[in-house]
């Protein structure tokens, strides 16, 4: 089957496809790149930066109205096919990515706790510094046991942080 490609609205000079591809207006097939929440975006000429997924939403359904959004049925924000993109409220949004997905937020993973990308304990450790805290131990022996500061120690054993962890 082959694509169909349209113009975008905001700039005409530019199409794209309902397979989610952008060209220039000389023909060439654009690259995006990954925006730091997920999603391909690229810039249009001087100063116009654009949502993939928004383009082809707006060329092939219309025009996006005032606080809808864009969802991705899979939940594969790169997946840009026309077929995989529909216009809902944000609530609509939400509730497809929390039941349908398992996603928390608008990422693809529970960020709390192991989740977190910057985490460097497990559950287990966590239990352990609460147990050893509880036990009398010393904030200091336990974050160099860890490799974590004194106050993140103070934190997890008084549930401040990995509060959801029982």
């Not at 794209?16 to 060439?28: N, Q, T």
């Not at 975006?41 to 025009?63: E, I």
């Not at 352990?128 to 336990?142: K, Q, T, V, W």
Request: with cysteine; aromatic share 6%.
């Amino acid at each position: 089957m082959a694509k169909e490609w349209k113009p975008i609205p905001i700039k005409p000079s530019y199409f794209v496809s309902d397979a989610g591809e952008i060209r220039s207006p000389s023909g060439k097939v654009l690259k995006p790149g990954l925006a730091g929440i997920g999603y391909h975006h690229l810039g249009l000429g001087r100063g116009t930066q654009v949502y993939v997924h928004r383009c082809v939403v707006s060329a092939f359904l219309g025009p996006i109205p005032e606080g809808h959004e864009v969802n991705h049925k899979n939940g594969v924000k790169t997946d840009n096919r026309l077929s995989n993109l529909e216009i809902v409220t944000h609530s609509e949004n939400r509730r497809h990515a929390w039941q349908a997905l398992g996603q928390w937020r608008d990422r693809n993973r529970d960020t709390r706790g192991i989740g977190h990308p910057s985490a460097r304990l497990t559950e287990a450790d966590v239990i352990m510094i609460r147990g050893l805290s509880a036990d009398g131990a010393s904030n200091s022996e336990i974050a160099m046991q860890f490799g974590i500061t004194r106050d993140h120690v103070r934190q997890i054993a008084t549930r401040k942080r990995w509060a959801h962890l029982a």
